[in-house]
């Protein structure tokens, strides 16, 4: 199973969505093992994004995910990565496919509801940057299944 860290951003909880946020991986068929909202300082954001630093995107869009709480969600499958990439569709709201979350949710390049893992890689550094591996669930879920 793959793990990847899925971030509800300022534009989605202040737009009410969070929960059709997570009804939909959950439709697609990723199991949640995670989940805290927080309000994240400057410092955090800047530390998480560092990759971006110096780009002339970047100050706008420290603003923007430190204006508000956001939702932090790891989520597991077997490809997960690519499945939720996939369910989120294109980083710019205004080009993402029909019926992606961005598409129906997202604003723009910025307010585009959600961040979500690009790789392997990152997944595991972006969840460890916001749990620990007590907060990280593991249950099946095949007793609920059937119940």
């Not at 009410?16 to 697609?28: H, T, Y």
Request: charged share 25%; glycine share 6%; net charge neutral.
């Amino acid at each position: 199973m793959e793990r990847t860290c899925v971030i509800v951003k300022p534009d989605g909880v202040g737009k009410k969505v969070v929960g059709a946020v997570l009804q939909r991986f959950e439709n697609e068929g990723l199991k949640l093992v995670a989940m805290k909202m927080v309000k994240p300082n400057r410092s955090v954001m800047e530390q998480f994004y560092a990759v971006h630093a110096g780009k002339s995107f970047f100050e706008p869009f420290i603003q923007f995910v430190t204006s508000g709480p956001i939702v932090v969600t790891v989520w597991e499958a077997s490809v997960a990565i690519q499945k939720v990439r996939g369910i989120i569709g294109a980083t710019n709201a205004k080009e993402a496919a029909p019926g992606t979350l961005r598409n129906l949710h997202g604003t723009d390049n910025r307010r585009n509801l959600v961040h979500a893992s690009d790789s392997a890689e990152n997944a595991a550094r972006e969840i460890e940057f916001f749990f620990t591996p007590l907060e990280l669930m593991q249950y099946d879920l095949t007793d609920w299944e059937k119940a």
